[in-house]
């Protein structure tokens, strides 16, 4: 497992029992679901940051259903041709491609961080074996140089931190969407589409692009997990109930999932 730090003071934090603790005194208990709180109540930007319960259950059901099975292969598939010793999954989620990922590469030492607690909560049940932490991208409690990798999924980072945490000639998987993702169903749930920002706006200095591609699919969906797709993202809750009600009643084709993958090196 890779050194982790106190949120409070960045002291190396040591293990005994489920206790964790530094040498200036701050400790943290393991939760008995397993995983470690390391997001200080100062660095939450809500009472109950991250994704809701009823996005995280919709999300759960979908990738559980294999919709976005393809994306998981190819992200294994991309880190076995790295071979890492350790990895950490920023904005892990419900720990879906964390556990494929970990399960993929057996000697693979994998670390999940989401900001999420009831994210988190639910990626201890599929895989007690990885260590599983609360806490945010933007103060990664990990430190310096401790990583041969690290994912990231639709969620925020922090080139800084990356950069911070990444040994020499490490790697960053960064996953998002490109302008074609799940255009069909933004097409029918708002009057005009909004451009896809780019995944990577500016690249920083001490990184390189090593690998670059698009993946595509198409995707068809029965009407439940049509509704989990909605349901799992901003869009059921920035679009008209009325139009959602109208896609699950009438269905949905020539949907595609269009996920622009970048693997990054550190110098």
Known sequence: MPQLLCPHCQGPLSAEG?????ANGHSY??????YLNLLLVQHKNSRQPGDTPAMLGCRQAFLDGGHYQPVSDEINRLFTEQAPAALLDMGCGEGYYTDRLARALPGLDCTGLDISKDA????????????WL????????LADASLDAALCVFSPWSWEECLRVLKPGGHLLLVGPHADHLLALREK?????????????????GMTIVNDQILRYALQLEPAALDNLIGMTPHGFRSRPERQQALRESGLAGLEVAMRMVMLQRH
């Open 18 to 22: 489920r206790t964790w603790s530094c």
């Open 29 to 34: 208990d393991q939760a008995r679901q397993g």
């Open 120 to 131: 988190v909560i639910r990626a201890c049940r599929r895989n007690r074996d990885i260590q």
């Open 134 to 141: 609360v806490g945010s991208s933007a103060r990664l409690p």
């Open 189 to 205: 749930l708002y009057d005009s589409i909004h451009p896809t920002p780019e995944l990577i706006k500016a690249l920083p200095e």
